[in-house]
């Protein structure tokens, strides 16, 4: 291979296509596979299509969609006889579900043209097609009635709140007729998840009180769910942010797993929660099953002909772990250096699909044999290899009170430590049940190389409070936001200037979300910073938890609420909001008009009041945008605005 020589644009960062959502065939021949374009132009969202290969690699990728815009994740069907996927049709307004027959042939050249299979005037959020083969059970809102066509007609958007977002109701579609018929013993509630047992028999279904996040995911209640008759038998709740549920079978007794915030937690770590499938009318007694684990679980996926496949976030990399039923307690199968992500696994669990990365290499769709070597399928950077990148190194260290930490280190392109020092940018991810794994990361929020490329250093910390050493790890942070976490960041950049790798003297910070708040948090309690980027981050936990999406969940994490009385309240003493008369540091403050999970008057909060204390710093609001950057033109801006920012203050 010829040596690299390219240089990094913003133009190559925002145009690349990145596949998602890979499936494997039930009977594992196949991997179908989503690519998503990164950004969205005129104002529509970013184009996505689906891709279809052989599992053994036999064949190159085909793509099935013609270039029109479709979900990107597909389905199989439980036979392998057919594909399903969702098709935006514009002259309706709404995605329909479509299906696609394969000739059971090995060549991906038998593969049929689409064929739509609904007319649903309601949206449609999720499609399982199930066992009997007859039926796809789909996750969808109501179709308009008259009434709401007529307020539409005159205009009339008024909000009742509380009403405001659609119910996901589940429904059953028969494919021979056509008709969609509504579950109705679940009620009003919101359907967010659901899986058929293996053997065709219930369905396990997630809903939640309401469609909004809070209280939604505080809400969560199982239920089962016989198809032919609709018949619905209640769980109970399940935990906090209850998520894929996965049924196994161990000596003629069904259970049900999914995963969970850890049982007495309100934020934080995830569980593999487990329960017999039976109903008890108040609850479902649940088993922790990761208890003392180091690790962290990321993905839950069932198998049909055994039990559980989970991923699971270690340190800096991703491991693959299965479920013992006789001992309850998981067993690991591989590690994969960086990350794994989109797990699938066929019917027999002896093959997978998934999605990889690791420091040298963008994610991309792999297949292989469970716990052995995978095979990379998809290749959607080429253009990648032909660009100079910095050296990607792992970092280990001790937080000021012992505690093991790690990090990654991204040098200037072309650049050793010898070269040092430089100037150093800290990057913190969000969450904060997040982690930066080793993996390439090339975005506009982690945009680590995107800096190296100008010359900066980059530090990428791992602070406790996120994923990847255990739950107790991950627990140390709500109610204690900006704490021990802003003090393990520290630790990372004395290290690097300890070892005459970072520059003291030109140091920057930046973040989105809570990296956002951190970043926001740092500069208020040091001036050691030259420059800091706040993105989409939070100024006041007590404004967040009574106006975010996550709303009480974020107040766990801040401490307090307003309601909790006068005060003072734990919230002050831990927002950034607090302390801005101390700050000197520049500050880059980007946010998304629209944002709802950190919404635009956090930002303009903090905007006012560096305002009036005479900070230096720059407002920058994106129309349109939510709590991502998702036009073209937003993320080329915010790129090259970020890097300006630290080339006039760093190098002054």
């Not at 132009?41 to 279809?52: A, F, I, L, T, Y």
């Not at 982690?446 to 490329?453: M, P, Q, S, T, V």
Request: include cysteine; proline fraction near 7%.
């Amino acid at each position: 291979m010829p040596e690299a020589t390219g240089t990094l644009t913003a133009e190559v960062v925002v145009d690349l296509a990145v596949p998602v959502g890979p499936v494997i065939s039930p009977d594992g021949r196949l991997v179908a596979y989503g690519v998503v374009a990164r950004s969205g132009r005129d104002g529509r969202p970013p184009h996505s299509s689906v891709w279809v290969a052989p599992a053994d690699g036999g064949a190159a990728p085909r793509e099935l969609t013609g270039g029109t815009a479709h979900s990107g994740v597909p389905r199989w069907a439980p036979d392998s006889a057919a594909l399903f996927l969702l098709s935006d049709c514009e002259e309706r307004g709404v995605a329909q579900v479509q299906r696609i027959l394969l000739d059971g042939s090995e060549d991906v050249a038998g593969i049929g043209k689409a064929e739509s299979l609904t007319r649903w005037r309601g949206g449609v959020s999720g499609y399982y097609p199930l066992a009997d083969g007859r039926t796809v059970a789909l996750l969808a809102e109501d179709e308009p009635t008259a009434e709401d066509e007529r307020r539409e007609a005159e205009g009339d958007d008024a909000k009742v709140w509380g009403r405001h977002l659609p119910v996901t109701r589940l429904r059953l579609l028969d494919l021979e007729t056509g008709v969609v018929r509504t579950v109705d013993g679940l009620g009003d509630r919101h359907v967010v998840e659901l899986t058929q047992r293996p053997d065709g028999g219930p369905l396990a279904v997630m809903s939640w009180e309401t469609p909004e996040l809070d209280p939604g995911l505080t809400t969560t209640r199982l239920h089962l769910v016989v198809p032919e008759s609709g018949a619905v038998q209640d769980l109970g709740p399940v935990g906090v942010e209850a998520q894929s549920p996965v049924w196994w079978n161990h000596d003629g007794t069904w259970h049900l797993a999914h995963l969970a915030v850890v049982p007495g937690q309100s934020a934080g770590a995830l569980a593999v929660l487990d329960t017999v499938a039976q109903a008890t009318g108040t609850g479902v007694e649940q088993r922790d099953l990761t208890v003392g684990l180091s690790v962290c679980p990321t993905e839950l996926v069932q198998v049909a002909d055994g039990p559980p496949l989970a991923l699971f976030a270690d340190g800096l990399d991703t491991a693959l772990y299965r479920l013992d039923p006789r001992s309850l307690r998981f067993q690991r199968l591989s590690c994969a250096p960086g990350s794994l992500c989109g797990l699938t696994a066929s019917r027999s669990g002896e093959s997978l699909a998934v999605l990889a990365s690791t420091a040298a290499e963008p994610r991309n769709v792999h297949a292989g044999p469970t716990g052995g070597p995978l095979l990379r399928l998809s290749d959607n950077s080429p253009e990648l290899r032909a660009i100079r990148w910095g050296t990607q190194e792992r970092l280990g260290y001790r937080a000021c009170d012992g505690l093991a930490l790690d990090g990654l280190l991204i040098l200037p392109v072309g650049r050793t430590r010898d070269d040092g020092p430089f100037p150093l940018v800290t990057l913190i991810h969000g969450g904060p049940y997040f982690r930066h794994a080793d993996e390439f990361a090339l975005t506009v929020v982690d945009c680590g190389h995107w800096l190296a490329a100008a010359g900066y250093a980059v530090f990428l910390a791992n602070p406790r409070g996120g994923s990847g050493h255990g739950r107790e790890f991950a627990a140390m942070v709500p109610g204690a936001v900006g704490g021990d976490e802003w003090t393990d960041i520290l630790a990372g950049i004395d290290l690097l200037v300890a070892e005459k790798v970072a520059d003291p003297e030109r140091l920057g910070i930046s973040g989105w979300s809570h990296g956002g708040f951190m970043a926001a948090w740092a500069v208020g309690r040091t001036d050691r910073f030259k420059a800091a980027v706040m993105g989409a981050g939070i100024s006041d936990w007590g404004m967040q938890a009574g106006t975010g999406d996550w709303g009480i969940l974020d107040a766990a994490l801040g401490g307090s609420t307003g309601w909790n009385g006068p005060g003072p309240h734990l919230h002050d003493r831990n927002s950034p909001i607090s302390y801005v008369s101390r700050i000197s540091t520049p500050v880059l403050i980007l946010h998304g008009e629209e944002d709802t999970n950190v919404p635009l008057g956090q930002a303009l909060h903090f905007h006012r009041a560096l305002r009036h204390f005479g900070v230096e710093h720059e407002f920058v609001v994106y129309p349109r945008e939510g709590h991502g950057l998702d036009e073209r033109a937003h993320q080329l801006d915010a790129l090259r605005r970020v890097r300006d920012w630290f080339d006039r203050q760093l190098n002054r």
